[in-house]
């Protein structure tokens, strides 16, 4: 096959520094962005938009937050949901209070998110490997409990639930309620707009964090944290910066999961549970793979969802209960998790490097 | 004073049941590196099926009986599918296998069984106690759940046993060996497999007697899986690797949670805070000792 790098000399540095140094990878990105932003805005229907795409996206970011503390640094973190949960509500107290826009809200909510985070990263200084997820677990408990404690974070509101108002999406770039942001931020696909381009921000920043000395020191550390040290790599910055990092990931997934994708706030969908779906996603995708995070997020997310469809098409609408597709997802994903384990500790995305590897020396054998 | 003591009385019992979930997880640690998350799902497994067989007229012993060769051969089956081949990896994908693990578990017993809520009367009475009706010596005004003090006695027995297991058999001698060295062991000659293949048994054994108790305590139903979650600093401050740590550390998180949640809950708003209050406590003491008050110190070599 002509897809492989040899014989491919690069000529100046700029070349040589590319993110995608094949020019197919480079057409493959361009044709899927393009599919993304016009295809699929132009024909995908709302039950797609609200139900599929958007909260793939934003547990992908989730996910892709986690694997920078776990896949990356090798730091195991089972508060993610509790950082979403952060993120969530910084971003609601920051539209409410400073009337901020809503982009903004959400970047300085994933700032927020990750100062909390390099808090509960402090004990990663002294306490390593599985003594570690004590501390994540407090943050857990902790988000769980102070938005339940203090009703300030809801505006006060006694339900514990609160449904976005419509006035918190009408700013966008300055403008007050113009009729285009009403359009754009109450149509499904101005928010699948907005998601994907927030996604897509923040996979190219980690995907260049990954391939500088950012990234490479997360590595060391996660590899041999005293090796590291020993090669002049300040571990404690490091890990610092891992976490605030995945936190702020966290926290833009979590803003992003309540204004994007089910329009209110609640403190109880960011419980332990979610913490383990997303670090499901991280081990079905494959630890330190950026692809990876969104090929996890997919399958975990999408399983239950095309079991009950196959179940409506196979028996006619509505025969499986919700309990018999909960417990068989479970029991599925399970064993799915056991056998990638067993078979391929990569997850998804060492198998796509299997076969790209493949399609490389294709049709000779290796 | 009196009151301060029942609190802390109180707290101490109710941490022996914490302390009933860590041994399980201690045990499966020491003598494998694996930190295994499956530890409340098989806790509700065990506890769900005795229930729901003496519920359809099971009786009490036979129910028990059968349910003990089931976790019996459960741990069994565990070991040969998911630690056996898994062997030699690192602690990171074993820790995951057992969230997998816990997520196929939980599947199951809710598949098999039912998610319902079940009642568990296992005939220990709940009556408290007054100590100062009982035992007018001491002179101590304060009241102790009689269930607490059995639930302490069976833990405590059950610590006794495998320390002395521990200490005293070949079996536990090998245990200890695998728990220091796996390839040293290997090499001298201890059967891994059949090492790990008990743990598992006798850790599913552990499963079925704290399921039990808890599932008395709380009724049978999915929240048993939270136990895990009650395990998990008592473990993290005993240290991983040590089961008098399990006790003392299930102890210190008892009395912790029982005092902050009188004492320090007003300074929080009056919201129950022991969620995260054990988490805490945890985190104080494994600031001091990282790796728990009686964990091995772990020397790193580049």
């Given at each position: 096959m002509y897809?492989?790098?040899?014989?491919?000399?690069?000529?100046?540095?700029?070349?040589?520094?590319?993110?995608?140094?094949?020019?197919?990878?480079?057409?493959?990105?361009?044709?899927?962005?393009?599919?993304?932003?016009?295809?699929?805005?132009?024909?995908?229907?709302?039950?797609?938009?609200?139900?599929?795409?958007?909260?793939?996206?934003?547990?992908?970011?989730?996910?892709?937050?986690?694997?920078?503390?776990?896949?990356?640094?090798?730091?195991?973190?089972?508060?993610?949901?509790?950082?979403?949960?952060?993120?969530?509500?910084?971003?609601?107290?920051l539209v409410l209070r400073l009337e901020m826009y809503l982009p903004f809200a959400f970047f300085f909510a994933g700032v927020i998110a990750g100062l909390v985070g390099i808090v509960f990263g402090l004990p990663a200084l002294r306490?390593?490997?599985?003594?570690?997820?004590?501390?994540?677990?407090?943050?857990?408990?902790?988000?769980?409990?102070?938005?339940?404690?203090?009703?300030?974070?809801?505006?006060?509101?006694?339900?514990?639930?609160?449904?976005?108002?419509?006035?918190?999406?009408?700013?966008?770039?300055?403008?007050?309620?113009?009729?285009?942001?009403?359009?754009?931020?109450h149509s499904y696909q101005g928010r699948y707009l907005i998601t994907l381009t927030i996604t897509l921000l923040l996979v190219l920043a980690c995907k260049n964090m990954v391939r500088s000395a950012t990234g490479r020191n997360w590595m060391a550390v996660r590899d041999m944290d005293i090796a590291a040290n020993v090669i002049g790599i300040s571990v404690a910055k490091t890990k610092l910066m891992a976490f605030f990092i995945s936190t702020?990931?966290?926290?833009?997934?979590?803003?992003?999961?309540?204004?994007?994708?089910?329009?209110?706030?609640?403190?109880?969908?960011?419980?332990?549970?979610?913490?383990?779906?997303?670090?499901?996603?991280?081990?079905v995708g494959g630890l330190g793979s950026i692809l990876g995070s969104f090929l996890g997020a997919i399958f975990v997310y999408g399983w239950p969802i095309l079991i009950t469809r196959m179940g409506d098409w196979i028996f006619g609408g509505g025969t499986l209960d919700t309990a018999f597709v909960e417990n068989n997802s479970k029991i599925v994903v399970g064993t799915i998790i056991i056998v990638l384990l067993i078979r391929e500790p990569g997850g998804f995305a060492a198998l796509w490097l299997t076969t790209k590897k493949k399609l490389r020396s294709w049709p000779f054998a290796n | 004073m009196a009151f301060f003591l029942e609190v802390l009385v109180g707290g101490l019992l109710s941490g022996v049941m914490y302390s009933l979930v860590a041994i399980g997880f201690v045990l499966i640690y020491k003598s494998s590196g694996v930190f295994n998350f499956a530890q409340g799902t098989m806790l509700l497994l065990a506890a769900l099926t005795f229930v729901s067989m003496t519920e359809r007229q099971v009786d009490f012993k036979i129910a028990f009986i059968i349910t003990?060769?089931?976790?019996?051969?459960?741990?069994?089956?565990?070991e040969r599918t998911v630690m056996r081949p898994l062997a030699n990896q690192s602690l990171l994908s074993l820790f995951m296998a057992t969230v997998g693990l816990n997520y196929f578990l939980e599947g199951l017993a809710q598949g098999v069984w039912d998610s319902a809520v079940h009642g568990l009367e296992l005939g220990i009475s709940n009556d408290p106690i007054f100590l100062i009706d009982e035992f007018p010596a001491l002179g101590l005004d304060i009241i102790i759940s009689q269930f607490d003090i059995a639930a302490a006695v069976i833990a405590g027995t059950m610590i006794l046993g495998l320390t002395l297991f521990f200490q005293y058999t070949r079996t536990g001698l090998?245990?200890?060996?695998?728990?220091?060295?796996?390839?040293?062991?290997?090499?001298v000659g201890i059967?891994?497999?059949?090492?790990?293949?008990?743990?598992?048994?006798?850790?599913?054994?552990?499963?079925?007697?704290?399921?039990?108790?808890?599932?008395?305590?709380?009724?049978?139903?999915?929240?048993?899986?939270?136990?895990?979650?009650?395990?998990?600093?008592?473990?993290?401050?005993?240290?991983?690797?040590?089961?008098?740590?399990?006790?003392?550390?299930?102890?210190i998180i008892g009395a912790s949670e029982k005092l902050g949640e009188i004492y320090l809950a007003e300074l929080f708003g009056g919201q129950g805070i022991e969620h995260w209050w054990a988490y805490t406590t945890a985190l104080i003491f494994l600031m001091i000792r990282p790796t728990g008050i009686f964990g091995e110190k772990q020397i790193e070599r580049v």
């Open positions: 897809y492989r790098e040899a014989g491919r000399l690069v000529k100046s540095f700029a070349s040589d520094r590319r993110m995608l140094p094949l020019m197919e990878d480079r057409w493959i990105v361009i044709a899927f962005l393009a599919f993304m932003y016009i295809v699929v805005t132009a024909t995908a229907s709302d039950y797609l938009f609200s139900a599929i795409l958007i909260p793939m996206m934003v547990l992908g970011v989730a996910t892709l937050g986690l694997n920078i503390a776990t896949g990356y640094t090798g730091q195991l973190s089972l508060g993610t949901a509790g950082f979403m949960c952060f993120g969530a509500f910084a971003a609601f107290n306490i390593k490997g599985f003594y570690l997820i004590v501390s994540t677990l407090a943050a857990q408990f902790f988000a769980e409990w102070v938005f339940n404690a203090y009703p300030w974070f809801l505006d006060n509101n006694s339900s514990g639930v609160v449904a976005l108002p419509p006035h918190h999406y009408k700013v966008f770039l300055g403008q007050e309620s113009t009729p285009f942001n009403a359009v754009f931020w702020f990931y966290c926290g833009v997934a979590g803003a992003m999961y309540a204004y994007c994708y089910i329009g209110n706030l609640d403190f109880m969908i960011f419980n332990l549970r979610r913490s383990f779906l997303i670090m499901f996603m991280v081990i | 003990l060769v089931m976790m019996v051969v459960l741990g069994i089956i565990v090998s245990l200890r060996a695998v728990s220091d060295d796996h390839m040293a062991a290997m090499a059967p891994l497999n059949r090492i790990w293949a008990i743990v598992w048994a006798v850790t599913g054994v552990i499963c079925l007697i704290a399921g039990l108790l808890w599932g008395d305590r709380v009724s049978v139903s999915f929240t048993l899986t939270a136990a895990v979650l009650k395990g998990l600093p008592v473990i993290l401050i005993g240290g991983l690797t040590s089961i008098p740590g399990a006790i003392v550390g299930g102890l």
